[in-house]
C-alpha cells in the first residue's frame, strides 16, 4: 500500500481534432499530457489554472468517465482503466463528482426526490422505503428540508441547487468527490456558504476531494494542497499554505499576484502576463510557459523542465531551481 487513496501517474489525453470526413492527420488536442499526483485519504487537492489548461479533463480522467490516451490512475491501489465494465461499475459508488452548474447537472423533469434516489436506483440499493429515508437523510445533511423533496430544481435558488448536487453525490456514500468548480456559478454572498457545507461533510463523512477552480483565492481556502496546471501539465504542487506564501513557478506567481492580499505583511507585485495561452494542439517547445515568461532564459525555450523536489513535498517545474 502506498497509503494514498489515489494515484494519477503520468495520464495523457489528446483529443483528435478532426477536420471534416476525409482528412485524417489533424492532429490532436492535448488536453492533458503527462499528469501526475496523489491524493490522500481525508484530503482536498486542489487544482488551479486558466481556462483550457485541462483541469475538467484531468477530473474526469480520474473518475474514468473518459478514456485516457495513456497512463494509470490508481484508486487504492487498483488501475482503473484496467478494470472490467462490472468491476468499475461498483467503483463508481466510491467516485463522485459535483460540476460547477446546477442548472445543467439537474435534471429539471425529476423531482428532488427523484434526483437523488437516482443513483441508488441505478446500483440497485435498497427498496423504495429506505432508499426516501436515505433522501431525507441527504437532504437534511446538506441543509434542505425534507418537504423539498417533492419540488423541481427550477423551484429553487444556485445555491439550493448545488446542494441538491451535492446530496445527490452523497448518496452513494462515496470516498473520492471530484468538485469541479462547485462555486463559480454562484453568487459571491452564497459561494463560502457553499464552501463551508462542502468542508463540514468532508470532516463528518471522511470524504477526499479534489477541488477544481480558476483562481488560487478559493482553492486557498479549501485545499490541504494545491497544483497549478498550466497547458496541461502540473508545473507546480506544494502544501497550499506554503504555495501561497512563497509560490516559486513564475506562472503560479502571476496567479497568486491577481489575488488581493488581506494581510499587509505579505507584499506582492502584480505581474501581468502578456499574450495568449498558446493552443494545446500546438503548444510551445521547451517549457510550455517561456511564451509568457517574465523569467525566460535560453534553456527554457529548448527543454522541457521536469516536475521535480526542490524540498519535502514541494515540486516545482523550472529551469530556474533545476
Ligand atoms: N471532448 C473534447 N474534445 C475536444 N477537445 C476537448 C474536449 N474536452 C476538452 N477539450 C479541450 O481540452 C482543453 C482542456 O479543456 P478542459 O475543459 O479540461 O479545461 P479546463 O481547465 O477545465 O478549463 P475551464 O477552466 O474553462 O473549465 C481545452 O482546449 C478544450 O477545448
Ligand atoms: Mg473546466
Redesign the pocket.
Known amino acids: 500500500m502506498s497509503g494514498a487513496l489515489l494515484e494519477v501517474k503520468d495520464v495523457k ?1 489528446h ?3 478532426k477536420r471534416g470526413l476525409m482528412s485524417k492527420n489533424a492532429g490532436c ?4 499530457d503527462g499528469v501526475s499526483f496523489s491524493v490522500h485519504k481525508g484530503e482536498t487537492l486542489g487544482l488551479v ?12 480522467l480520474v473518475l474514468r468517465l ?1 478514456e485516457p490516451t495513456s497512463g494509470e490512475v490508481l484508486f487504492e491501489d487498483k488501475n482503473i482503466y484496467r478494470l472490467s465494465f462490472n468491476q468499475m461499475r461498483q467503483l463508481r459508488r466510491d467516485m463522485q463528482i459535483i460540476f ?1 452548474d446546477p442548472y445543467a447537472s439537474l435534471n429539471p423533469r425529476l423531482t428532488v426526490e427523484d434526483i437523488i434516489i437516482e443513483p441508488l436506483v441505478i446500483h440497485g440499493i435498497g427498496d423504495s422505503h429506505s432508499r426516501r429515508q436515505r433522501v431525507k437523510e441527504m437532504l437534511d445533511l446538506v441543509g434542505l428540508s425534507s418537504y423539498h423533496g417533492s419540488r423541481y430544481p427550477h423551484e429553487f435558488s444556485g445555491g439550493q441547487r448545488q446542494r441538491i448536487g451535492i446530496a445527490r453525490a452523497l448518496a452513494l456514500n462515496p470516498k473520492l468527490i471530484v468538485c ?2 462547485p462555486v463559480s456559478a454562484l453568487d459571491v454572498s452564497i459561494q463560502s456558504q457553499v464552501l463551508n457545507l462542502l468542508m463540514q461533510l468532508q470532516d463528518m463523512l471522511k470524504l477526499t476531494y479534489i477541488f ?1 477552480a ?1 483562481g488560487l483565492n478559493v482553492v486557498k481556502h479549501v485545499s490541504d494542497r494545491v497544483g497549478v ?1 498550466y497547458l ?1 501539465k502540473i508545473v507546480e504542487i506544494a502544501d497550499s499554505e506554503e504555495l501561497y506564501r512563497n509560490a516559486m513557478h513564475p506562472y503560479s506567481q502571476a496567479l497568486l499576484s491577481a489575488v488581493p492580499v488581506p494581510d499587509p505583511e505579505i507584499k506582492r507585485e502584480r505581474i501581468i502576463l502578456t499574450g495568449d495561452v498558446p ?3 500546438n503548444p510551445p517547445t521547451g517549457c510550455r510557459f517561456h511564451t509568457r515568461c517574465p523569467q525566460c532564459m535560453d534553456i527554457c525555450r529548448l527543454e522541457e523542465p521536469a516536475l521535480r523536489p526542490v524540498s519535502d513535498k514541494y515540486m516545482v517545474a523550472c529551469h530556474k531551481y533545476q
Open positions: 489525453k483529443f483528435p481534432i488536442i492535448k488536453a492533458v489554472g486558466e481556462s483550457g489548461c485541462g483541469k475538467s479533463t484531468t477530473g474526469r473518459l460547477q469541479d468548480e477544481i480558476h496546471m496541461g493552443s494545446p494542439a
